[in-house]
């Protein structure tokens, strides 16, 4: 209903997704609202805009935009946004560095401004950044991107189903507690339940080729290695070796800045 959202209803002209633990899924998301909302989707981040020439990165920011509303609509996505567009006025910052930061703030600014198609429609371009560290970019961007959204570790029940979804290619043995691995798995990111259960569905071929030579192992079928089931006692042994790679300072850190600056 593009008649509606208009005015003081008008599109979000920027997206800011932040958490601290890589692995959460703050790009698989973006990519997934592209694809849900049928946008042309632009995939970048601050080494493809970056040039040893001067004025080359400039170019290249207002070339991408250019493109986006050319193929409106779109979705512009900066993963790791932090690092192209920190602080302004930061000790040790480049002229060349600040004058890039300067045409994104410009090109984000007039994302939306007067673009439309020939058949009257507006040229709707959404800027969609990820970052770990909300902290460190600028307050000018900060603005722009209206929208500051936190994406947590996953919860219980999520859990469960990156469980399920990441086991949907083996067999799992009856004794598997799906609700249990969950309950053990807390404040485990999104990649962190993914290297649990690779790590557990692997240890069926660890007892298999227990004691065997290098010639005996390259002898063995796949279907011997491959036949035994994902068992309880895999995923135990399993939680001991992965350990969660956020501490709870971290995330009381990222709290507190959707407490001030949040926007969800």
Known sequence: MPEYFLGIRRPWKGILLFGRPPGTGKTLLAKAVATECG???????????????????ERLVQCLFDLARAYAPSTIFIDEIDSLCNARGASGEHESSRRVK?????????????????????????????TNFPWDIDEALRRRLEKRIYIPLPNFESRKELIRINLKTVEIAPDVDIDEVARRTEGYSGDDLTNVCRDASLNGMR?????????????MSKDVISKDPVVMCDFLEALTKVQPIVSTADIEKHEKWFSEFGSA
């Open 39 to 57: 946008t042309t989707f632009f995939n970048v981040s601050s080494a493809t805009l970056a040039s040893k020439w001067c004025g080359e990165s």
């Open 102 to 130: 300067s045409e994104l703030l410009v090109q984000v600014d007039g994302v939306n401004a007067s673009s439309t198609k020939e058949d009257g429609t507006r040229k709707i371009v959404t800027v969609l950044a990820a």
């Open 207 to 219: 007892r298999k080729i227990s004691g065997k030579t290098r010639d005996e192992i390259k002898n």
